[in-house]
């Protein structure tokens, strides 16, 4: 088969502007950002927000395992997790995956599984993710030290429901299980959480 030069030159031409157009798009997905006690995102021409807690320790740029803080800075929303036992599977663009009750997040800066989902039982330190109060029913983790996680530099950091007082977390961004719910609809790849002092 022959392809004459206009032809291949045209294609060229409109292969060049389609894939300029795409990468000049905007995302259709939310960003985050949280300070101070809010949560907030875009919501048309203005910004919504609703009140949050962060890590017992503040807002850190300096995040260590154990120091309570939040990390300060932009992270990547990663997949997310949900108690299928208590709620549907929420509506989002995030890839999201069923909870079990074997489920673990590695938090010991020595094992090679750290700051990583695994099953239990798990011989390295880990926290539950199967929680009876609720706090992970929801839960989306934050790309704070994953890729690679430094051992000491902080794990298991997420976004999810906060305690009904508002408490401080371990270092985790919380909210409403209704705002987490409300937000899970509006974001997607690419979508990231801003955490500032």
């Known amino acids: ?12 031409i409109a292969l060049a502007a389609t894939d300029k157009a795409v990468a000049a798009a905007p995302s259709r997905f939310i960003d985050l950002s949280y300070r101070a006690g809010r ?9 919504a927000a609703a009140v949050a807690v962060c890590g017992r320790g503040g807002v850190r740029a300096d995040k260590r395992e154990g120091d309570g803080a939040s990390p300060a800075g932009t992270f990547a929303l ?21 909870l079990r009750p074997n489920d673990g997040w590695v938090d010991d800066p020595l094992d090679p599984r750290y700051n990583r989902l695994v099953s239990l039982p798990y011989p390295a330190r880990h926290e539950a993710m199967w929680r009876a109060d609720g706090l992970y029913d929801l839960v989306v983790p934050i790309g704070y030290n994953t890729n690679p996680a430094l051992p000491g530099r902080g794990s298991a950091i997420f976004l ?11 270092g985790c961004i919380a ?9 899970l609809d509006l974001l997607g790849p690419g979508s990231v959480i801003t955490i500032l002092p």
């Open 1 to 12: 088969m022959t392809i004459s030069r206009r032809v291949l030159l045209s294609s060229s």
């Open 39 to 47: 949560l907030a995102w875009p919501k048309g021409d203005t910004l």
């Open 78 to 98: 990663l997949p997310g997790l949900y108690r299928a036992d208590r709620i549907a599977p929420p509506t989002t663009h995030l890839p999201m995956t069923a």
């Open 160 to 170: 999810h429901v906060a305690r009904p007082d508002f408490a401080a977390t371990e």
């Open 175 to 183: 909210v409403t299980r209704d705002v987490l719910t409300e937000l």
